[in-house]
């Protein structure tokens, strides 16, 4: 679903990224680790299409599309996108209103006819035990009364909640280890140290 090849990325004339390697298949969850100023955050926004952020070399497939061919909203509608870590609210336009501009967004983007409001309505009302989401949150604004959540993260426990197949460490531009979720255990009790040294 996703191949990274050689990316290397820079900011303000400075190599950030030296080359990371990474594929991602279908259904499989990864998570990258790092300490600070490891090339995390420029990873995400790099692949998101943020401007300020150079491609020196290396190619990023995703679904086999060239991304970095594509603009930012076209990664959007992708499912390419970034969210903030510590959202501003929406007031006037619902949870459910916002999902079917972005849920039709990407159909449209994939050729696929948009989903009526009624259409809409059944296929959440549907999902909503999957995730365990109160109906309710369907008609509040979007982003009112979130506590913000981590997008780049530097709490280990967020793995508690969002089980990982893979797991990777990032220091110094490049992956420097890759592995299952035993992995975030071991940074968790040994911290980077040994892996990024």
């Known amino acids: 679903m996703l191949q990274i090849r050689d990316l290397a990325v820079s ?6 990224l030296k080359g990371i390697n990474l594929t991602v298949n279908a259904g499989e969850v990864h998570a990258i680790m790092g300490p600070n100023g490891s090339g995390k955050s420029v990873l995400t926004r790099t692949l998101s299409g943020d401007p300020q952020y150079r491609v020196e070399r290396g190619q990023v497939l995703f679904k086999q599309r060239n991304l970095l061919e594509l603009e930012p909203e076209e990664r959007a509608r992708l499912g390419v996108f970034l969210g903030f870590q510590y959202p501003v ?3 006037g336009v619902s949870n459910v209103q916002f999902l079917k501009a972005a849920l039709n967004a990407q159909r449209e983007a994939c050729g696929e006819e948009p989903l009526d409001a009624m259409q809409l309505l059944e296929k959440v009302r549907e999902l909503l035990p999957l995730v365990d989401l109160n109906p309710a949150f369907l008609q509040r604004a979007v982003n009112d009364g979130f506590s913000g959540g981590e997008i780049i993260t530097h709490y280990q426990r967020l793995l508690n909640y969002v089980k990982p197949d893979v797991v990777h460490i ?3 531009g ?3 280890a890759s592995g299952g979720p035993e992995l975030a255990l ?3 009790q040994k911290g980077y140290q040994h892996l990024a040294a």
């Open 11 to 16: 900011v303000d004339d400075k190599t950030i």
């Open 89 to 91: 609210s929406i007031p």
């Open 170 to 172: 990032l220091a110094r």
């Open 174 to 176: 490049k992956i420097v």
């Open 186 to 188: 071991e940074v968790e």
